[in-house]
């Protein structure tokens, strides 16, 4: 049946009157997955798992499908120990196993927040552009969203402006990024405490999934937990660990705000696979991250090249540049990918986003962009 037959319309039709109301006429998330040469739209890590570490997690696996028969441990007891100790090694802040909060992807971990601080009669705040699943997740989960808003050009949230923003909606979840997608710009850490001051009703959530990339002297908001029992620090093993495909985020909060997420989990939400790859991978965190400074370098150089073709890239804290200057950001997207380089449309007028990758995917984004900016560029008015 295809879908323009008159059976499928009849049944597109039928199932658009059953669905809830405040979800008509959405569009479901999704980055286009093409078969490209140089695929640089999702920030994902362009190196490959190394094959030392595909043989251990093979291993470690082998006794875990034999138990299948078994549901997964409910507590990633496991998981949690090397999470804790990952994260002592990496930001110098000592947290608990009991602080920590795992999920399939970080987006289930925003999720868990979602449903167990938000709902109907509930707003959650965030700050625009910024990572586009916020708002997602918290209006499918019924919770009000409030678009607050940074300023305009500069993309900056001072701490001045999201405090004001925070106590005219009084919301129930605050999202803050750091670094910021699709900006790339590290949060002033200011910020954050003067959202928790100005929305005291609020559970404040700092999105750290690139944590990893930010250039030194980046403070991370685990540094704030103690004694902050509404701030909450979400992070991915998705980019800076090149295991995108493995599926696995978390959190760190107070331990009483991690039990609260017991009442919204689905049960063994965790597979034993799951917990077992993350595991091990963490295990091995020192050759995993070895590329991320290699990723450093190539964001570094894409600002620089982008920058001396006349263009206006964000300086970044993250594995991804935004830049401006383009007179049709989708029309230069577009030629990109008839290049062979997908980049991401993210909406924002005359601006792109491109992931650093490897030198070779580097080189071909900046020489595809090359040709083109002299025809994409947008010019400026006449003073």
Not at 10 to 19: F, K, P, Q
Not at 58 to 78: G, K, V
């Amino acid at each position: 049946m295809s879908a323009d037959s008159p059976e499928a319309r009849t049944a597109a039709h039928e199932i658009g009157r059953l669905l809830r109301p405040d979800l008509r006429g959405r569009s479901p998330y999704g980055a286009p997955q093409l078969d490209v040469p140089v695929r640089l739209n999702t920030n994902e890590n362009s190196y490959p798992v190394p094959e030392v570490i595909v043989r251990a997690v093979m291993a470690a696996l082998e006794d875990d499908i034999r138990s299948l028969n078994r549901y997964p441990d409910r507590e990633f007891t496991d998981l949690r120990a090397v999470l804790t100790s990952y994260l002592g090694q990496q930001s110098g802040v000592r947290v608990r196993p009991e602080q920590v909060w795992a999920g399939n992807g970080s987006n289930e971990v925003l999720s868990h927040l979602v449903q167990a601080f938000g709902g109907h009669g509930r707003t959650a705040l965030g700050f625009t552009p910024s990572y586009s699943m916020h708002p997602i997740i918290t209006a499918t989960l019924g919770t009000t969203w409030a678009d607050g808003m940074r300023e305009s050009g500069t993309f900056e949230l001072t701490a001045e402006a999201a405090a004001e923003q925070a106590r005219a909606h009084d919301p129930s979840i605050v999202f803050l990024c750091s670094p910021n997608n699709p900006t790339g710009t590290a949060l002033p850490f200011e910020v954050i405490g003067a959202v928790l001051d100005a929305a005291p009703n609020a559970v404040v959530v700092v999105d750290e999934a690139y944590a990893e990339f930010a250039r030194p002297g980046t403070r991370s908001a685990l540094t704030l937990l103690e004694g902050n029992p509404r701030l909450v620090v979400t992070r991915t093993m998705s980019k800076a660990f090149a295991f995108a495909g493995g599926r696995l985020g978390y959190l760190v909060a107070d331990p009483a705000l991690v039990d609260a997420l017991r009442l919204v989990r689905l049960p063994y939400h965790l597979s034993t696979p799951t917990q077992t790859i993350a595991r091990v991978a963490l295990q091995h965190a020192d050759l995993l991250l070895a590329t991320v400074e290699a990723i450093k370098a190539e964001r570094d150089r894409i600002v620089d090249g982008l920058a001396g073709m006349g263009l206006a890239p964000v300086a970044s804290d993250s594995n991804f540049v935004l830049f401006g200057g383009l007179a049709d950001a989708h029309a230069t997207w577009q030629a990109l990918l008839e290049a062979g380089v997908l980049v991401r449309d993210v909406g924002i007028p005359h601006h792109l986003r491109v992931t650093a990758g490897t030198p070779a995917e580097t080189s071909a984004f900046l020489e595809a962009m090359g040709r083109l900016a002299p025809e994409h560029r947008l010019e400026q008015e006449p003073a």
